[in-house]
């Protein structure tokens, strides 16, 4: 069993920036670590996907702003969200899979099996 925590969410202006940190309890070190975010009425989408600190999907619509990395000593995934738009303002989730054959998709909601509680952020402009 995996359970996760996430912080450090709260309120930034457009342009500003924010870390996220999700603690982990349990064996995480053989699993894919993520983050996800969703707004009301709309579905949860992929961030990022990281196996380790070499191995990271990001989805488009963060690539070259967010940074998600993993602290394998503290059982701790990050992500550092630069350039914040009012368009990232959701509730952002932390999401665990441990390691196992098949196909699936890195950055599919479905794709995972521990979920946190989320953080709100929220980007005014």
């Known amino acids: 069993q995996v359970q996760l925590v996430e912080s450090g969410g709260g309120s930034v202006l457009a342009g500003g920036s924010l870390k996220l940190s999700c603690a982990a309890s349990?064996?995480?070190?053989?699993?894919?670590m993520a983050w996800f975010r969703q707004v009301p009425g709309k579905e949860r989408e992929g961030v990022a996907s990281v196996l380790s600190n070499a191995d990271v999907v990001y989805a488009d619509y963060v690539k070259d702003r967010f940074t998600a990395s993993r602290d394998n000593a503290k059982n701790t995934l990050y992500l550092e969200m630069r350039s914040l738009k009012p368009e990232d303002t959701a509730l952002y989730y932390c999401?665990?899979?441990?390691?196992?054959?098949?196909?699936?998709?890195?950055?599919?909601?479905?794709?995972?099996?521990?979920w946190g509680q989320g953080t709100q952020v929220a980007v005014s402009s």
């Open positions: 349990g064996d995480t070190s053989r699993t894919y």
């Open positions: 999401a665990a899979r441990p390691i196992r054959g098949g196909r699936w998709q890195r950055l599919h909601q479905g794709s995972y099996d521990y």
